[in-house]
């Protein structure tokens, strides 16, 4: 979301490079950073050249001009039974697919950038490109405080020093009127950084703007009246909090061997595991060709994992705040554009990895630490054993780490390999509340509970409005080939007669194989619980079961917005925790390709309609987590983060538990 986007710079650059030293390996941090100039894996994110051909190849087939812009360039993957034919050094596909916006009209173009042919040219109807980018937010804050009406209304609050006062975009969700009708909306609020430090600002309240994007103009202001202007900036510097606790004895996670991993490229094995990855600017990290060692064999588990949608809807139905409704991946072209900060966001043994990608000109640049890489010591036993003598083994994992900012809030994105075999897949919410400046200066002044009627009060004058967090996965498993299907172990109560048992009931698992997209939909239940697994039915572990794996929610949430509301439809994703589709390598994101300002139906809900068969074919899932926010005071000024995340785990995978050959 872009309401309070910060500008976030650094000069320090750290780049891993691995060598080979026998055994182990030896990371060393240089000051220059590496841009690679041809792909070694036929996933690898695009490298400079390829993206410079991409724009080439379009301007040369007249497809482009100055005024062009891209929202989105990107690796076109190569078919599945490509990827998965290929052996390193065979020649490989190299394809971009680009997302041209040339003024009102959007089209979808593949190139081939190693032969720099321009292999289709598609215009999309009725759809908006993502939001602005970081130049065009300049331009807006410009466009925005030339507005009379706009200025009359910041001078009304007693503002008049423009220069302290930063105007920024977001997306206008959709609600059916004529108003939002083949326009490219966006609107703006503003805030005060007087007093304050840039991208930390007071939220100058009851001040909306409508914005044509495509036409560059202040359609309407909105003044609902005036708030006063909050006191606190929410600066967390030395300064604002006081003094600090004192530094803690060292404690540092130290290899002088190097890594326990190798590298080649974006491939990586580490201990059983093998995995590749690419850094997506539209979902973060993609993981793809995860396979664990098993004996003598390689055996394949996920083809392809990511981050799919996120959907963050506030809930104050006020003018200024109904349209905030998210979806942070799709709207968002610039969210995975903070570089991570060495020794705090990763530990002092991580790997880091750079990032080349493309702004809405076409001009390539580099984007360094975009992820890491690290061993950690987990602090727990892998497994133990007391009878008689004790048996105990440590364990360690391996951590790949990426960050993502979407305005206010920090989310970290974990990929974590286990020795057991179990993937965990976690997401951490940091950052500050979207925040709402009220008339009240704390709850007990609120005495009709006006102000904090959608929220709760997190410092003087502010309220952090309540909201939802979602996250949509897309798990494209291939357990020991690409025949899957999906199970669901439904735990039933038994009750027993007394001619059967002392006891009265039991509880049994009954297996049921979903045969259709439909039958496989299915939303967490307390009251009748399940086990979701996806197994492969030709393969048999030496005990008769299809082998398979599981996965295992965590924490999690459901949507409390009515149906007919039309950020719900927008968001049908979050209708249920689980969704199984055949695979389509066009069907990517689980609200559709183009959220921004979509109607409803897109993604899951639309494909799910044809309620395909699932049964023994190659098959996604899809998970959605999610979490109610009710703020409170320890958010501000900067959140703790807070955890939540899904396992992974084999189940009737292995003939036995596959740690128990760990070392003592």
């Not at 000069?11 to 390996?25: D, E, F, H, P, Y």
């Not at 703006?188 to 914005?211: F, M, N, T």
């Not at 939303?523 to 008769?544: A, C, D």
């Not at 950020?567 to 199984?580: L, N, S």
Request: charged content about 25%; some cysteine; glycine content about 10%.
């Amino acid at each position: 979301m872009n309401v309070r986007r910060r500008f976030v710079s650094s000069t320090r650059s750290v780049k891993g490079i691995l060598m080979s030293l026998g055994a182990a390996a030896l990371v060393l941090a240089i000051a220059q950073p590496v841009w690679p100039q041809s792909a070694e894996h036929p996933l690898d994110g695009l490298t400079a050249p390829e993206y410079w051909a991409a724009t080439e190849t379009l301007q040369t087939a007249g497809k482009a001009n100055a005024k062009t812009r891209y929202p989105m360039i990107q690796l076109k993957e190569p078919p599945k039974e490509e990827v998965l034919a290929w052996k390193p050094g065979q020649p490989m596909r190299r394809e971009a697919f680009v997302m041209v916006e040339q003024g009102p009209q959007i089209f979808e173009a593949v190139v081939d950038v190693h032969g720099k042919k321009l292999i289709s040219w598609t215009e999309v109807k009725g759809v908006q490109p993502p939001l602005i980018s970081l130049g065009q937010e300049i331009e807006l804050d410009a466009a925005v405080k030339e507005n009379a009406e706009l200025v009359a209304g910041l001078k009304k609050r007693g503002i008049t020093d423009l220069n302290t006062v930063f105007c920024s975009g977001y997306g206008p969700g959709y609600f059916g009127t004529a108003e939002e009708q083949g326009k490219r909306l966006l609107r703006a609020s503003c805030a005060d950084i007087h007093g304050g430090v840039q991208g930390a600002g007071r939220p100058i309240e009851g001040l909306e703007v409508l914005y044509d994007g495509n036409e560059g103009k202040v359609l309407r202001v909105i003044d609902t009246g005036v708030v006063p202007v909050p006191k606190d900036a929410g600066i967390y510097d030395l300064g604002a909090i006081g003094t600090l606790r004192d530094a803690p004895a060292p404690m540092k996670v130290e290899q002088p061997m190097g890594p326990g991993f190798r590298l080649n490229g974006q491939s990586v094995t580490w201990e059983k595991w093998s995995f590749h990855f690419r850094i997506d600017r539209r979902v973060g990290l993609i993981v793809t060709n995860v396979g664990y060692q098993d004996g003598g064999r390689l055996r394949p588990i996920l083809y392809e994992g990511s981050l799919s949608e996120m959907f963050v809807p506030y809930m104050d139905p006020s003018q200024a705040w109904f349209a905030r409704t998210f979806f942070d991946a799709g709207e968002t072209p610039d969210g995975f554009s903070s570089p991570l900060e060495a020794g705090a966001d990763c530990p002092e043994n991580a790997v880091y990895f750079d990032q080349v990608y493309t702004d809405r000109k076409g001009i390539t640049n580099l984007k360094q630490r975009a992820a890491c890489l690290f061993e950690q010591p987990t602090g727990y036993m892998a497994w133990r054993h007391d009878e008689g003598s004790i048996e105990s083994r440590k364990s360690r994992e391996l951590v790949l780490r990426t960050i993502g900012i979407f305005g206010n809030y920090d989310y970290a994105f974990d990929w974590v390999f286990q020795q057991d075999g179990t993937i965990r897949v976690r997401a951490g919410a940091t950052g500050q509340d979207e925040i709402k400046a009220v008339k009240s200066r704390t709850a007990a002044e609120d005495t009709t509970g006006q102000d904090g009627m959608y929220g709760r009060f997190i410092a003087e004058n502010i309220i952090g409005v309540d909201h939802d967090h979602f996250f949509s996965y897309r798990l494209d498993f291939d357990v020991d080939g690409t025949s899957n299907s999906f199970v669901r172990d439904k735990l039933r109560v038994k009750h027993l007669s007394a001619a059967e048992s002392l006891r009265k009931s039991v509880w049994v698992a009954e297996p049921e194989t979903a045969k259709t997209e439909a039958q496989a939909k299915t939303s967490m239940s307390m009251e009748q619980p399940e086990i979701w697994r996806v197994v492969n039915p030709n393969v048999k572990s030496p005990l008769g079961y299809p082998v398979g794996y599981e996965l295992m929610g965590g924490e999690n949430a459901m949507s409390l917005l009515v149906p007919d509301d039309y950020p719900q439809k927008r968001a049908g994703f979050t209708d249920y925790q689980i969704w199984v589709t055949p695979y389509r390598e066009n069907e990517r994101y689980a609200a559709g390709d183009y959220p921004t300002q979509s109607k409803g139906g897109d993604g899951l809900p639309a494909w799910t309609k044809a309620n395909r068969p699932i049964e023994n074919t190659d098959i996604v899932l899809w998970y959605t987590m999610g979490f109610h926010h009710v703020p409170h005071a320890e958010d501000w000024p900067v959140m703790p983060t807070i955890w939540h995340g899904f396992e992974l785990r084999p189940v009737n995978f292995f003939a036995h538990n596959p740690a128990l050959d760990l070392p003592k």
